[in-house]
């Protein structure tokens, strides 16, 4: 890691719309970096980490910045949507309760109003908060190129530290939610060693459904930050209670099987251990408090 | 609740009876400056420019130790926009630094560098982005270097020797013995050792070092720079580029925060700002960047502490051996006092007969360490009063009374030569556990609730070899405002607003009618500066000598008009009157157009402060550092969350022994300030380097507390001790640093109450209690809370 520097030199290239985008891509292959909210790419740039010789700036892509409901139930939100938008729409409030929360814990009020939706998954760094939590939610992405677009589960997304199935000449254009299930809400619970406006150590994103009684788990998710190289699906936790009624002990046995599915590794921030320990506490955590959301009635149980 | 109604009624009390003695001291005053900084109207150094500036940066080592083959920067200088290139070879290659023993600096590296981010070249162009091409452009050869990172390591035959002049790597080290450690060990029922450890850490002061510099034609160069102790700044840039310091005007800017975190010395981008404008002969304009800041150096020292105590049954402390190592870094900043201060204070506030000390502090191939706000003492005392609190459970004895046994009282000498004039220690240890409800609390908390107490002491002022006294000039000024020149600086402490309110005080006049004049080296009274609690005191009494000698002039010339004595005159409220007749008097603006216009006698005061010629003898280490010792306690509540090991602190409590709070809305501020400083390094702040590279070089990385990581306002509260220190100014002992001293042991006390878990080595990081808590539940421990006795 360099020191902060200067930006270097670059050409700024600010299309109008999506298909201006995707032609810009497709005329400098490898040599353009998409900007959004900038608050990684520019301290990446300013260390010389990467020098693109174009950025692309996307302020200007109004089209994608909407929080948009759909006929299905469903909501569609456009990549360009910031941080700060997300956690203050009435729509996602009262739809994705977990996704408003997830949203207005993130960084500093002023990283939120910059930071996009699109930005904080085409970034795919490890410790990003909205992947866990959109996965859980069953969120789609959408890319777009001059090829034409293709949709894919977020969970499909990501490929490794900083890389995802993104190409050189693709856009992430909108993140699709599906319907919430009735008896269904989540929860986000991650760690950092100050209160707020931290980096996430390790997170844990659970969503749960229950039955029509109320007393057993009728489907979970469970997807974990800063646990692996990619955002991670802690599938046989989500199986082993699945169909469960909730107890200590079902919750304990999800904890224990999300540690061994999980692969932390140790850095200077964190051990694997202490990762490992804080996945155990954090997803019990997570799934505690997305029962106990889900199981309140709607209107006064959400925040 | 009745204990809450007491406390603000005593303050109450006392501020009626400091309204009838006094009409300016004692009372709680917004800053001076405080607007203009609030408005964002006060100009730091890198809000000045002038004409013509051009923009300076600076090249440094990517090696923890390498030596220099060859410097080529002929590509830089012919980059469009620069205007001029300087190496180490351009300095008269003269070593600059502190104690005359110690000097290891350079303005840039000539032979080697010694730590990842040591300069090595500096380039001055028309914008700073030409000055950052320009450094791409300089290619130095090296040849690295084995380096060397842990000072254990780096005092082994063969290591890494960093500098020519300290074979084993010893930066310094010093030793002492006092009373008889063998004898008293041989006396103690109980003996306790140790090894405490603490971590690297930053001031973290929000604006980073910035300077203008000129030399002009004739040869006198200018620095505009942010200083927090600008004469030590014009001593050394004499020194390095070997010329009289008379040659040299510094001119100070506000200050964004000190610390002692590089402003107290001339640093290479002064040397290079002024250098760079001799060759292009235009002013050079330099600002480090917060990861430069972060990067190089003046860090709090990480020590290694080994500490054994002895002990009588009924809790008397017999003696103490301590010795201790520090990773000093590439260079020696004040690194010499820094291993003088923990064990000429080991003992303080406690009453110790026998002590013996040895500290060594090591070079290492990392960024250099010097002082940091309270310097090596919040180490000593983590150390000191974890070890007590372990002694006082071994013992069966209450961590209070344990304190109160063991207090030192004022009129005390300690074995070192300390003279306790004023020592409210005692009364610290009763207010705190009364506010602080200790006695409700402590060992009656849930589970993971736990509450510690942590004890210090500070000087006021230390009196050091070379320049120590303080010069304060006063000008009343036709319209009965007074001028009042200093070589002090305000750091942000409120040293402008105190100071003014002394020299108001002492006229009469209103604090408004007092200017307090930045320092400009041409025109201020040269000072040693701003460090180790010096300001209020030192300074403080020489504004206070000024004030009366004004005073005087004026009162002679008031009793000749009022046919009075001198003696029998108030000055008060901008008027002079007669004490036994206070209607017979005359206002102060027309008693100074009388002296002026009538008597032709201008009206300047001027004072000078020192504590006595007593030194310190380094070598034996004996003798009175301070005029005045300041003492104080503090209890901590936090809560310990065992599924994370995350440590919240809940609350915290505080007395502090500053003599007279002359301004108690500042003091507040100094104390609380201090205090989560303090808890910054209890819990969560350590720059993390690997292989001598800093990994948290930004303020998201380095983590600071932040308002969500301290205790809510309710459940704080700082109660001043008032003991009136007969030498203080109006009786005012230190209030910035000392308050703070005992914090980090009170946090570690009180997370062991909570948890059962003794943590050592700082910070008290949530992997270290979650592991501490595992291992104890695997030992089949209960929580300390829970236990009995």
């Known amino acids: ?303 | 609740m009745p204990r809450r109604a007491r406390w603000p009624g005593r303050e109450h009390r006392l501020a009626i009876e400091t309204m009838q003695e006094h009409s300016i001291i004692g009372r709680p005053v917004p800053k001076k400056d405080a607007w203009l900084k609030a408005t964002g109207e006060a100009k730091y150094a890198d809000d000045h420019s002038l004409p013509g500036m051009l923009y300076g940066k600076l090249l440094r080592s990517p090696h923890p130790h390498a030596r220099i083959l060859h410097i080529d920067t002929s590509k830089a200088e012919r980059l469009p926009g620069v205007r001029a290139v300087a190496t180490g070879k351009d300095f008269p290659g003269i070593k600059y630094g502190n104690l005359p023993q110690t000097r290891d600096y350079l303005p840039l590296a000539l032979e080697k560098v010694r730590y990842i981010g040591d300069e090595v070249a500096a380039v001055a162009a028309i914008d700073e982005d030409m000055a950052e091409e320009a450094l791409d452009l300089i290619q130095v050869e090296y040849e690295i270097l084995p380096a060397v990172f842990d000072p254990e390591e780096a005092m082994q035959p063969g290591a890494p020797q960093l500098h020519d002049h300290a074979p084993d790597n010893i930066s310094s080290q010093s030793a002492f013995h006092f009373g008889d450690a063998d004898r008293g060990f041989a006396d103690s029922d109980l003996i306790q050792e140790d090894i405490f450890e603490t971590q690297p850490v930053k001031q973290g002061m929000l604006e980073p070092h910035a300077c203008i510099g000129l030399w002009d034609n004739t040869g006198k160069i200018t620095l505009w720079a942010s200083k927090q102790s600008p004469y030590v700044v014009w001593r050394q840039l004499a020194m390095g580029l070997g010329i009289e310091p008379g040659k040299i005007r510094l001119v100070q800017t506000y200050i964004g925060g000190g610390f002692s975190g590089g402003k107290q010395e001339a640093m290479p981008m002064d040397f290079c700002a002024v250098l760079l404008s001799k060759k292009s002969g235009r002013p050079v304009k330099f600002v480090h960047t917060m990861d430069e800041v972060l990067t190089i150096g003046h860090l709090r020292h990480p020590i290694k502490i080994w500490l054994k105590t002895g002990i009588k049954k009924d809790g008397t402390l017999l003696a103490q051996h301590c010795k201790i190592i520090a990773n000093g870094g590439a260079y020696s900043s004040i690194g010499q006092l820094s291993m003088y201060i923990p064990g000429a204070m080991l003992n303080l506030p406690y009453r110790l007969p026998n002590v013996k000390y040895e500290a060594y502090r090591i070079y290492t191939n990392n960024g250099f360490c010097g002082a940091m706000r309270g310097h090596t003492l919040p180490q000593i005392c983590f150390a000191r009063d974890s070890q007590l609190d372990i002694i006082a459970a071994k013992l069966g004895v209450d961590p209070i009374e344990i304190r109160l046994k063991n207090a030192a009282q004022p009129g005390e000498v300690t074995p070192n030569g300390f003279r306790l004039t004023t020592f409210g220690f005692t009364e610290c240890l009763q207010r705190v556990v009364e506010a602080s409800q200790w006695r409700e609390k402590h060992g009656k908390l849930p589970r993971y609730r736990g509450i510690g107490i942590g004890c210090g002491s500070l000087v006021s002022g230390a009196r050091l070899m070379g320049h120590s006294s303080s010069t304060a000039e006063i000008k009343v000024q036709e319209d009965g405002t007074v001028l009042l020149v200093t070589g002090s600086t305000d750091v942000g402490q409120g040293a402008d607003t105190v100071l003014s309110m002394i020299a108001a005080e002492v006229l009469g006049v209103q604090l408004d009618d007092v200017r307090f004049a930045m320092v400009d080296t041409d025109i201020t009274p040269v000072d040693p500066g701003t460090f180790s609690s010096r300001v209020t005191f030192w300074t403080g009494n020489a504004v206070k000598l000024a004030a009366e000698d004004a005073r005087r002039q004026l009162a002679e010339i008031a009793a000749q008009k009022l046919e009075a004595n001198p003696e029998d005159l108030i000055f008060r409220d901008r008027q002079v009157y007669l004490r036994q007749q206070p209607q017979r008097g005359l206002s102060f603006g027309e008693l100074v157009r009388l002296a002026e216009y009538r008597l032709g006698r201008i009206i300047m005061g001027k004072g000078s402060y020192t504590s006595g010629e007593e030194l310190i003898d380094f070598r034996t280490g004996y003798g009175n550092m301070s005029p005045a010792y300041t003492p104080s306690a503090c209890v901590v509540e936090v809560e310990v969350d065992p599924e994370t090991g995350q440590v919240t602190v809940t609350g915290i409590w505080g007395a502090h022994d500053c003599g007279f709070p002359l301004n108690p809305m500042l003091v507040r501020g100094q104390v609380l300030g201090a205090s989560v400083m303090c808890i910054g390094q209890a819990l969560y702040e350590n720059l993390i380097r690997t292989q001598g590279k800093v990994m948290n070089p930004s303020f998201r990385d380095y983590k600071m507390p932040l308002a969500t990581d301290v205790p809510k306002l309710a459940n704080v509260e700082h109660i001043n001790i008032i003991t009136r220190d007969p030498s203080g100014p109006f009786g005012a002992k230190e209030a910035g640093e000392g308050a703070a001293t005992g914090v980090i042991a009170a946090v570690a006390n009180a997370v062991y109450h909570a948890t059962g878990v003794r943590i050592k080595s700082l910070p008290i990081s949530p992997g270290k209690v979650l592991f501490g808590l595992k291992e104890m539940q695997g030992k089949g421990n209960k929580p300390a809370n829970l236990v009995k006795g």
């Open chain 1, 1 to 303: 890691m360099g020191y902060l520097r200067r930006l270097p030199r670059f050409e700024y290239l600010a299309p109008r719309s999506v298909v201006a985008v995707c032609d810009a891509l497709a005329e400098y292959p490898g040599e353009a970096r998409l900007l959004a909210g900038g608050t990684d790419l520019i301290l990446q740039m300013r260390r010389r980490e990467v020098a693109p010789r174009y950025i692309i700036g996307l302020k200007g892509l109004s089209e994608l910045a909407f929080i948009r409901p759909q006929e299905n139930g469903g909501v569609t939100i456009g990549a360009m949507t910031t941080v700060r938008t997300i956690e203050s729409s009435p729509l996602i409030r009262e739809r994705y309760g977990l996704l408003c929360r997830t949203a207005a814990e993130m960084g500093s009020p002023e990283i939120r109003q910059s930071a996009t939706i699109g930005g904080n998954l085409a970034g795919a760094l490890p410790c990003a908060d909205f992947p866990p939590a959109l996965i859980t939610l069953g969120a789609q992405v959408k890319l777009k190129s001059q090829q034409g677009e293709r949709l894919l589960p977020l969970e499909e997304f990501f490929l490794g530290p900083e890389q995802t199935v993104v190409g050189p000449s693709d856009l992430v254009t909108e993140i699709q939610l599906p319907a919430p299930s009735p008896l269904s809400d989540g929860a986000y619970v991650k760690f950092h060693d100050r209160h707020a406006m931290d980096m996430t150590t390790t997170g844990v994103s659970a969503f749960v459904t229950l039955d029509q009684e109320r007393r057993r788990f009728c489907d979970v998710k469970i997807a974990l930050a800063s646990s692996a190289p990619t955002p991670l699906r802690a599938k046989n936790a989500e199986a082993a209670l699945r169909g469960q009624a909730f107890t200590e002990k079902a919750v304990e046995k999800a904890a224990a099987l999300a540690c061994q599915e999980a692969q932390p590794r140790s850095s200077w921030r964190a051990s694997r251990d202490l990762r490992l320990e804080l996945i155990k506490s954090l997803t019990k955590r997570a799934i505690r408090q997305a029962w106990e959301k889900a199981k309140a009635p709607p209107d006064g149980g959400r925040p």
